[in-house]
């Protein structure tokens, strides 16, 4: 396993469109969460899983937003008639929580997506 | 909101040794102080943790100061390849997640 997994690594897209991305996190990890990034920022949570239950949703995920992680394994991140304003990065990250242990996050490269 | 303070810039001489400060003055008792760094275009890269003894790994050190109020990230060496942006976080496990702020944008120059 060499690591947090993103695809596709950039995305442009026309105004309006939907989009999905996906994550594959490393293989025993449990918890999987979602960032954004734009430029000159620091990463912004979105949401993260732990398994496939979805246990936190930032204000920042309009209902145009969603994530799913079916079966706990891989996770999707669709937006939804999209807006210039989503242009950024989305980052991926994952980790393995349990009754005391707590491993660091590990991030993917991102996607970087350009809505035009 | 980030509960960290870290100076938005700092410069270093390629060879020198790198020292990032961090204030967390609001830390509580069961929250670790994490440092990842972003080289440009890439995804966060875990650095070191420490809770309140120092720590030191391949990459870096970290000295906590007795009240846990601020911490130091030091690179001993650095390289070019250490221009990055660096964050500092308070994070305690559990339910929560790292909350990223602004971070500390390095230069490491010949």
């Known amino acids: 396993d060499t690591g947090v997994s993103q695809d596709p690594r950039h995305k442009i897209t026309k105004r309006g469109q939907n989009v999905t991305f996906r994550c594959d996190p490393i293989s025993e990890h449990n918890r999987l969460y979602w960032y954004r990034q734009t430029l000159g920022q620091g990463p912004e949570f979105l949401t993260y899983?732990?398994?496939?239950?979805?246990?936190?949703k930032s204000r920042l995920l309009s209902d145009r937003f969603s994530a799913e992680r079916p079966k706990g394994s891989f996770s999707t991140l669709e937006i939804q008639r999209t807006e210039q304003g989503d242009s950024a990065m989305y980052l991926c990250?994952?980790?393995?929580?349990?009754?005391?242990?707590?491993?660091?996050?590990?991030f993917g490269q991102g996607t970087r997506l350009t809505v035009v | 909101d980030a509960k960290t303070t870290q100076p938005p810039s700092m410069d270093c001489a390629e060879g020198r040794a790198a020292n990032l400060p961090c204030n967390h003055s609001t830390i509580s008792g069961n929250e670790y102080v994490y440092w990842y760094r972003q080289i440009h275009s890439q995804g966060p890269q875990y650095i070191i943790h420490?809770?309140?003894n120092n720590e030191t790994n391949e990459m870096a050190s970290l000295i906590i100061t007795e009240d846990r109020k601020s911490s130091t990230l030091i690179l001993p060496h650095a390289t070019l390849r250490d221009t990055a942006v660096y964050y500092c976080?308070?994070?305690?496990?559990?339910?929560?997640?790292?909350?990223f702020g602004a971070g500390t944008r390095l230069a490491v120059h010949p």
């Open positions: 420490g809770l309140k």
């Open positions: 899983f732990q398994n496939e239950a979805q246990l936190e």
């Open positions: 990250a994952s980790s393995f929580r349990s009754t005391g242990m707590n491993t660091e996050a590990f």
């Open positions: 976080i308070v994070f305690s496990g559990g339910y929560n997640k790292l909350i």
